[in-house]
């Protein structure tokens, strides 16, 4: 039975953080990737030659030196240290996987709720807009939006901030469908309860019903697409950096540093497995820990899971 958010005891929500498994491994997880990554951008970017943007002909494609800091990961075929490159793609990747959740959460959220809870014309015409907008070819849909959108942005954020700006504004803008169909799906179910049917012969307000009874219903769906939307941004830039029109060298991102090192890791004669190896694995733990907190998350705000436990 749905349960009103305002009946969960808020003293009693750090106590259930704490007690959820997952949402603390994933947490502690992630807080370190993004930690060590914030915490040594200032020194990988004033490192010079041997982290980011020069080349340095002794060290190319040097295999991982655990006594060296810099090499820890070995260097690339510039002779960059993939350490620092890394320790930078991830911050990159992490803010345009954050920034695109974020338009993509508010988005679909904002159509689901009014289309299922409207219904009607609305219902009707959202869905089929939405309909249309997934008929579309995802990818003409970036270009499209990267041809309309950098060269405006170019004037106040130059060449690199407009690409970025760019970058997670048509991940977001193509992304909230799903989310949107979801949600109308959860508030066509919710609509129907009896506790809604109660707020409505009461005369509570729309909007009361919207803040206080339908929304803490859907704190479950939200989280948990709102964190796995994270790291679909992230392989969708990856996929766009490997088709060029994505994230532009010389700047790094998990993504764009796997795909430079697929061939030469799989060269079978002399494979640099450490150019694919440390990148992906990045990648795929920072994915893990982002959905481990999504299922924390549900499993401690979801009031329909509060309700089976009272």
Same mark, same amino acid.
């Given at each position: 039975?749905?349960?009103d958010f305002?009946?969960v005891?808020?003293?009693?929500?750090?106590?259930?953080?704490?007690?959820s498994g997952?949402?603390?491994?994933?947490? $502690?997880?992630? %807080?370190?990737?993004?930690?060590?990554?914030? $915490?040594?951008?200032?020194?990988t970017l004033?490192?010079?030659?041997?982290?980011?943007d020069?080349?340095?002909?002794? +060290?190319?494609?040097?295999a991982?030196?655990l006594?060296?800091f810099?090499?820890?990961?070995?260097t690339?075929?510039?002779?960059r240290?993939?350490?620092?490159?890394?320790l930078?793609?991830?911050v +990159?990747?992490?803010g345009?996987?954050?920034?695109?959740?974020? +338009?993509?959460?508010?988005?679909?959220v904002?159509?689901?709720?009014?289309?299922?809870? =409207?219904?009607?014309?609305?219902?009707?015409l959202?869905?089929r807009?939405?309909?249309?907008?997934?008929?579309?070819?995802?990818?003409l849909?970036?270009?499209?939006?990267? !041809?309309?959108l950098e060269?405006?942005? =170019?004037?106040?954020?130059g060449?690199t901030?407009? *690409?970025?700006?760019?970058?997670?504004?048509? !991940?977001?803008?193509?992304?909230?469908?799903?989310?949107?169909?979801? +949600?109308?799906?959860?508030?066509?179910?919710?609509?129907?309860?009896p506790?809604?049917? $109660?707020?409505?012969?009461?005369?509570?307000?729309?909007?009361?019903?919207?803040?206080?009874?339908l929304l803490?219903n859907?704190i479950?769906?939200?989280?948990v697409?709102?964190? %796995?939307?994270?790291?679909?941004a992230i %392989?969708?830039e990856?996929?766009?950096?490997?088709l060029g029109?994505?994230?532009?060298?010389?700047?790094?991102t998990?993504?764009s540093?796997?795909?430079?090192g697929l061939?030469?890791?799989? *060269?079978?004669? *002399?494979?640099?497995?450490?150019?694919?190896?440390?990148?992906?694995?990045?990648?795929?733990?920072?994915l893990?820990?982002?959905n481990?907190?999504g299922?924390?998350?549900?499993?401690?705000f979801?009031?329909?899971?509060?309700? $089976?436990?009272?």
């Open positions: 039975m749905p349960l305002a009946d005891a808020p003293d009693g929500t750090w106590s259930r953080l704490m007690k997952r949402l603390v491994v994933g947490a $502690a997880v992630l %807080l370190l990737i993004v930690g060590t990554c914030l $915490a040594t951008l200032p020194m004033r490192a010079g030659p041997l982290f980011f020069g080349q340095n002909s002794a +060290i190319k494609l040097e991982p030196v006594s060296s810099a090499r820890g990961f070995g690339d075929v510039l002779g240290s993939l350490l620092g490159r890394c930078i793609g991830g +990159i990747s992490l345009i996987g954050l920034a695109a959740a974020t +338009i993509s959460v508010v988005l679909g904002t159509v689901g709720l009014v289309s299922g809870y =409207r219904g009607g014309w609305v219902d009707s959202l869905m807009s939405v309909d249309v907008l997934y008929g579309l070819p995802y990818i849909l970036v270009v499209l939006f990267k !041809i309309a060269p405006p942005l =170019r004037v106040p954020f060449p901030g407009a *690409n970025l700006v760019v970058l997670f504004l048509s !991940i977001g803008l193509v992304s909230w469908l799903t989310m949107a169909r979801v +949600i109308r799906g959860q508030v066509l179910s919710l609509r129907s309860q506790f809604i049917e $109660a707020c409505r012969a009461a005369g509570i307000p729309q909007s009361r019903i919207f803040w206080r009874h803490p859907l479950g769906p939200i989280t697409y709102a964190t %796995l939307t994270v790291p679909q %392989l969708q990856s996929f766009l950096s490997f029109i994505g994230i532009q060298p010389p700047m790094p998990w993504g540093l796997a795909s430079e061939l030469l890791a799989l *060269n079978p004669v *002399n494979g640099y497995w450490w150019l694919l190896a440390f990148p992906c694995i990045l990648l795929a733990v920072t893990l820990a982002l481990f907190v299922d924390g998350l549900r499993d401690v979801d009031p329909k899971r509060e309700a $089976a436990k009272v």
